[in-house]
């Protein structure tokens, strides 16, 4: 087989996790199944991650929702979905049949909330459900009721204590997607990867806010909401350099303003692992798919075996540059 058309070779190990790519469909513009499945082949892609979920149904805040500017976005969806139950019954079956393998994102107001998640997906494992979730990604980039709305990954106390309790309920690997609105991210990390992390997601979106300069008027419904996109890849690359220069093992997904292939490598080479495209789909539903063909024929181009000699490489080269700072 001509390795142009051999996605194996793009094969690598995520923490305890056999991923078929480095590419992920980030979590929050993938949706809660299959939506899209008709722009290219999930299964092709090292995972789907879901758009988070909590226990119950969740309406999300009023419109407006979004804004746009250039390649970034503020978004104040907040957080709407269908619940981990309607999950489980009618979403997932359908991202099993298109062979996708998922990473199912949760989202909870407090420590306890998580814990209920937790037992209730490990239900779902134990009566033989959910055979294609490799992965559940705790975000706790949301407000913790028990701390005075302060958000949960703002605290290393309450990150080791969603972190650890998670971990004793459930099964699965776990991946901990942490805001880069901390004073300290290595302390954040550090915590989570003490408290059992498999892999770091890194980052969310950060706050901030849209105005609309004609009408004088706020552009969200919520004023405030996340940003995303290109506006977040400084922001983004220095935190993972700070956590990777901290700890050379633990997995880390990169997610922020990713749209080329050069975006990839620069988070690669920066020693992501992986990369999670978010905002990219919102703009071309087939950003993905595209993106991991540029990334073959990069590979291919310039005489890589596979995904994981590539990677090698930047490290290599990652040391070579940071030599005398």
Partial sequence: M??????????????????KSPIILASGTSGHSDELSKYGDLSSLGALTVKSLTMDPWEGNKPPRISSYG?????????????????????????????????????????????????????????????????????????????????????????????????????????VKLSPMVADPVEIANAAIVSGADVLTLTNTMFGIGVDAVN??????????GVSGSSLKPLTQSIIKKIRDANR?????????????????????????????????????????????????????????SFQQYWNYLQEERGKATDGY
């Avoid at 390795?3 to 056999?18: A, M, P, Q, V």
């Avoid at 990604?137 to 958000?151: A, G």
């Avoid at 004088?216 to 909401?225: A, P, R, V, W």
């Fill in 2 to 19: 001509n390795r142009s058309e051999n996605r194996y070779c793009l094969d690598l190990k995520l923490g305890s996790i056999n991923l």
């Fill in 71 to 175: 390649k970034a976005v503020i978004n104040s969806v907040g957080l709407q979905g269908p619940g981990i139950k309607h999950f489980i019954l009618y979403d997932y079956p359908r991202l099993e049949a298109a062979n996708a393998n998922v990473i199912l994102s949760i989202w909870a107001k407090t420590v306890d909330g998580y814990a209920d998640i937790a037992i209730k997906i490990q239900e779902a494992v134990a009566a033989g459900n959910l055979k294609n979730v490799i992965g559940i990604e705790l975000n706790i980039s949301c407000p913790n009721l028990e701390d005075q709305n302060r958000l949960f990954s703002q605290s290393a106390e309450f990150t080791a204590a969603i972190a650890s309790s998670f971990k004793k309920l459930c099964s699965l690997p776990m991946l």
């Fill in 216 to 225: 004088l008027k706020f552009e969200l419904g919520n004023i405030y909401g």
């Fill in 249 to 305: 093992s633990i997995a880390i997904v990169a997610t922020g303003g990713i749209f080329t292939l050069n975006d990839m490598i620069e988070y690669w080479f920066l020693g992501a692992n992986a990369v999670g495209i978010g905002t990219a789909t919102l703009f071309n539903p087939r950003a993905s798919f595209k993106l991991q063909k540029k990334l073959i024929a990069h590979l291919n181009k310039n005489g890589y075996e």
